[in-house]
């Protein structure tokens, strides 16, 4: 997806939650609004991956999707509509993770992680590494953020993640929303309660910090 014009613009790959590529579809235009371009790869897609499959993403699948997305990256790089020193990503919770492993890797120029997937497990303690083992002195920055009364990534879980990317020399800030709860952007929702002004303001925080990062 483009804005209008030869370009180029400055891209963002956007990447879905557990519940697949149209948890994130009502998302895009925002972006091309904006001024980016932006690829939307449906991640589950070529491993037959569910949302009752979901912690497979983390382990079983990981390395696989990680050699997928940075294909997708290296594409955006050769687009010619794309700015290829300005490639962002952004993830919305199982994405989220994703985000986690461009930036910490220094795939792209900066993520933001919105409710993102920081204990990649089920169970009361952190036993997967993973996306904080991603980071390093080298990553490049990301913003998380998550909501305060999250009951699907517990800010207890999360905080403590957070402070193992900071000891691993992680370009982390974070934001936390008070009165926010998981997906705080999905209308409609028999299970999350939509967050009108949260929902705006992640990504008004989004585009700011892709802003602050551009080259």
């Known amino acids: 997806y483009y804005p209008d014009g030869s370009g180029p613009f400055p891209a963002v790959i956007a990447l879905h939650t557990s519940g697949g590529f149209k948890t994130v579809k009502h998302l895009i235009q925002r972006y091309v609004e904006d001024g980016f371009s932006v690829y939307v790869p449906d991640f589950f897609k070529k491993y037959g991956l569910t949302p009752k499959k979901r912690m497979e993403t983390f382990d079983r699948f990981r390395e696989g999707i990680e050699k997928d997305l940075s294909e997708i990256v290296d594409l955006m790089k050769n687009d010619p509509k794309v700015q290829n020193k300005n490639i962002f990503a952004t993830g919305f919770s199982n994405g989220g993770f994703w985000v986690g492993y461009l930036t910490g890797s220094s795939k792209v ?31 490049t920055p990301i913003l998380a953020l998550h909501g305060e009364k999250d009951g699907t990534q517990r800010i207890k879980f999360v905080e403590e993640a957070w402070d193992w990317v900071k000891d691993r020399g992680g370009r982390l800030e974070t934001h936390v929303y008070s009165d926010a709860d998981h997906a705080w952007d999905k209308k409609n929702s028999t299970r999350w309660e939509y967050n009108e002004e949260v929902d705006k303001d992640s990504h008004k925080r989004t585009i700011e910090f892709f802003r602050k990062n551009m080259k």
């Open 109 to 139: 120029s900066a993520g933001v992680a919105h409710y993102g997937v920081w204990k990649a497990n089920m169970g009361r303690e952190i036993t997967n590494p993973y996306p904080m083992k991603y980071f390093s002195k080298t990553s």
